[in-house]
């Protein structure tokens, strides 16, 4: 399996940014190709040590990196990416890897 974990700063706005998380980009988001999963984080997010600088996590499955890298060509996964400058006012970090359970 592989991961396409997004964290999304905080920001500007998060009535705003939540606002549109949940009613225009999870929808885009869902229409990617070969998405097995998608799962994002509920209330704050934090470290072991505080608060956290992220507002959101967002973690996405697919069956490999490929299928990853294939789903953001096409044009579901180009709307998806444009969208994220109309919310991402914090800014965002994207990070893709391959997983295998231990």
């Known amino acids: 399996m592989a991961e396409l974990l997004v964290l999304y700063k905080t920001p500007k706005d998060a009535a705003d940014f939540d606002k549109h998380y949940a009613e225009t980009h999870i929808p885009l988001a869902k229409k990617l190709p070969g998405l097995k999963k998608y799962a994002i984080s509920r209330g ?59």
């Open 44 to 102: 704050p997010v934090g470290t072991p040590a505080g608060p956290s600088q992220f507002h959101l996590i967002a973690i996405l499955t697919f069956d490999s990196v490929g299928d990853i890298q294939k789903a953001f060509g096409t044009p579901e996964g180009k709307a998806a990416a444009a969208d994220v400058a109309k919310f991402a006012t914090g800014g965002v970090e994207m990070q893709i890897f391959e997983t295998k359970d231990v």
